[in-house]
Every structure is written in C-alpha cells, then in structure tokens.
Nanobody, 119 residues
C-alpha cells in the first residue's frame, strides 16, 4: 500500500519560513520523481517544485529563490523548505510521487497539508 504523509504545514507570518516533509512508503522511492503541488480555494492544483531521481530540480517562477526542494533516498522523504513566505503562498500543499514507464504514468498523492501565511 502506497502512502505519502505530509507534515510541517501551519500558520506563519509573512516573511516567515516553514519546512514541509513528505514521508513515502510502499514505493521504491529512489526511482520516483517527487514533487510538491499546491491548491488554493477555487483554484487548480499547480506544481510548485519537483526533483528527479537524479536530483535535478525545477521550480515554479513565483517561488524561485525562496523555496528549496530536496530529497533523502535513505529516509524515503522529500522536503520543501519555504522562506520569505507571502500571503499568496497560502494553499494546501500536496506531495506527489511519479514514475513513468514507457507511456504509462503512475501518480501517487498525499492527503495535503495546509499552509497559511497571514499576519
């Protein structure tokens, strides 16, 4: 059974920091691309950052220079360090694990963790 369990969300003031964690089980973590997505009320779920199994990272433009994604293949965990948070970063953040084999794509999702940036 695949499980992705996020933690680390909460309420933070603008300019503050949070570190999200996503612990994976039931998958061969090291071969999956791992990503963080977010979804604000009434909005679609969008990619924030992802990291390939080789450690190559990719960021959505609005978070470049503020967020850092990393992974620990021993702990089967992916992290999202979020600095200089802004109110517009408020959303539910979801962890994603993706494995592509030919034309098949296997996607797994966590339950989400709420991040609220407000004074």
């Amino acid at each position: 059974q695949v499980q992705l369990v996020e933690s680390g969300g909460g309420l933070v003031q603008p300019g503050g920091s949070l570190r999200l964690s996503c612990a994976a089980s039931g998958i061969m973590f090291s071969i999956h691309r791992m990503g963080w997505y977010r979804q604000a009320p009434g909005e679609q779920r969008d990619l924030v950052a992802d990291i390939t199994r080789g450690g190559i990272t990719n960021y959505e433009d609005s978070v470049k220079g503020r967020f850092t994604i990393s992974r620990d293949n021993v702990k089967n965990t992916v992290y999202l360090q979020m600095n200089s948070l802004k109110p517009e970063d408020t959303a539910v953040y979801f962890c994603n694990a993706r494995f592509e084999l030919g034309q098949m794509t296997f996607d797994y999702w966590g339950q989400g963790t709420q991040v609220t940036v407000s004074s």
